[in-house]
């Protein structure tokens, strides 16, 4: 059963760099023609995609963030990541990693709150 | 913004049917299809139906989702308590190259 599991820091100050991984475990990202991609969820809101990429070097993002969005894999550690510079207080939400394109797969989520 | 649009509540009885809706355009929901997912407070989304209308395995068969047009509808018969969460549409948007999503429906089971 494949898991997915964000990590990174939980508060992160206006103007810097949120950084977050999703390790996966019970099965590699580099098999199969999957997308890994991270989706957010500003409290109390709906849901927002942010970007997804591949194994193959493929990479999509939100048109509205993707001049501030970076996604990379690392297969030697089974690992995505994300990164999203210039953050500001609307950028604090729950962040998941999942497996795209069909988001058949979830983290728990991880917040990350954008305050000084 | 909700790029797919979605009745934000929708209350059933116990073991009535509930149909939820999710309306886009040509560009989404008509071009490839629509995916549902369930959450419940507190926790992360779980697929229950992807575009082409697969339940993933564990999904019990009381959810099916359908497509007309562009409107998409998950149909969940036989509500169960546990049925009470949100629920959210999702589709590949081809004008914007974004996935869009719907702003969510609150199902309440009575």
């Known amino acids: 059963q494949l898991q997915l599991q964000e990590s990174g820091p939980g508060l992160v100050k206006p103007s810097e760099t949120l950084s977050l991984s999703c390790t996966v475990s019970?099965?590699?990202?580099?098999?199969?023609?999957?997308?890994w991609g991270w989706i957010r969820q500003p409290p109390g809101k709906g849901l927002e995609w942010i970007g997804s990429?591949?194994?193959?070097?493929?990479?999509n993002y939100k048109p509205s963030l993707k001049s501030r969005a970076t996604m990379s894999l690392d297969t030697s550690k089974n690992q995505f990541s994300l990164k999203l510079t210039s953050v500001t207080a609307a950028d604090t939400a729950v962040y998941y990693c999942?497996?795209?394109?069909?988001?058949?797969?979830w983290g728990q989520g991880i917040l990350v709150t954008v305050s000084s | 913004q909700a790029g797919l649009t979605q009745p934000p509540s929708v209350s059933k009885g116990l073991r009535q049917t509930a149909t939820l809706t999710c309306t886009g355009s040509?560009?989404?929901?008509?071009?490839?299809?629509a995916g549902w997912l369930q959450q419940h407070q507190g926790h992360p989304p779980k697929l229950l139906s992807d575009?082409?209308?697969n339940r993933p395995s564990g999904i019990s068969e009381r959810f099916s989702a359908s497509r007309s047009g562009n409107t998409a509808s998950l149909t969940i018969t036989g509500l169960q308590p546990e049925d009470e969460a949100d629920y959210y549409c999702?589709?590949?948007?081809?004008?914007?190259?974004?996935?869009?999503f719907g702003g969510g429906t609150k199902l309440t089971v009575l």
């Open positions: 999942t497996r795209a394109s069909e988001f058949d797969y």
């Open positions: 019970g099965g590699s990202i580099s098999s199969g023609n999957y997308f």
């Open positions: 990429t591949s194994y193959s070097g493929s990479t």
């Open positions: 040509n560009n989404n929901v008509g071009y490839l299809g």
């Open positions: 575009r082409n209308h």
């Open positions: 999702s589709a590949w948007d081809s004008s914007l190259s974004d996935v869009v």
